[in-house]
């Protein structure tokens, strides 16, 4: 038997993994002790494995996350009024699967976009697809794609993601295009996909933010109502690192 043929042959297949530890075991005499059966197992389960961790590569990367956050990292230490029972009921992702929105509040520097971003990135872990954005960014994106025909295109992007997360809402004005815009893309995620929002303005003032009271209602309506609620409050997590550092 070719052995060399064969490995040749998994790889033209696109069976990396599968072809890697292949060769291991003929090279450095690996699982010699294994049934057929079982090497047979090996072989297919570490080619999975290994597409898996791609698939999750994939999805990190073009979820645009701001920086690395990991759910273990958690600080359920710093008064915040962070319930570490809510947080972690949250981290089992069934929010997700049910369609529900998270909605994450608080003064600047107490940690939401950590929250949202950890859950982001436990979401991208389950294979969901996630996008981040800064909603002003989103606002600057939205234009850009009018301006260059692709609308329609960007919009669908963002419907189709099983999670969406807008951070800092509320710091920049809406005009009539994006008003629209944000209405079209909560209208199409109703009931279908979830979406996490993080701001420092508390939700009894988004309407007025919104503007444009029809519009403002009909966003609302879709977005809050169906929510999960964490209101933080205290002092800036951000500063206390300052002044430890």
Known sequence: ??????????????????????????????????????????????EWDRRENRKIENLHKSAGFKFHAEASNMDYTTQRNL??????????????KQRENLIITGPSGIGKSFLAQAIGQSAVKNLFKTSYFNTGKLNEEIKLSKIQGHYIKFL?????????????FGLHTLDNHTRQALFDIVEERHDRRSTIITSQFPVKTWHEIIGESTIADAILDRLVFNSHRIELNGDSMRKKKKLKG
């Not at 052995?3 to 040749?8: A, L």
């Not at 319930?83 to 997700?96: A, H, P, S, W």
């Open 83 to 96: 319930d570490k029972t809510v947080f972690e009921r949250l981290l089992t992702l069934q929010f997700i």
């Open 156 to 168: 669908k992007k963002i419907q189709q993601c099983d999670l969406l997360i807008m951070e800092d």
């Open 1 to 46: 038997m070719n052995t060399q043929s064969t490995i040749e042959k998994m790889k033209q297949l696109k069976l990396f993994g599968m072809s890697e530890i292949y060769h291991r075991s003929l090279t450095e005499h690996l699982f010699t002790s294994h049934t057929t059966d079982e090497l047979l197992a090996l072989l297919v389960d570490t």
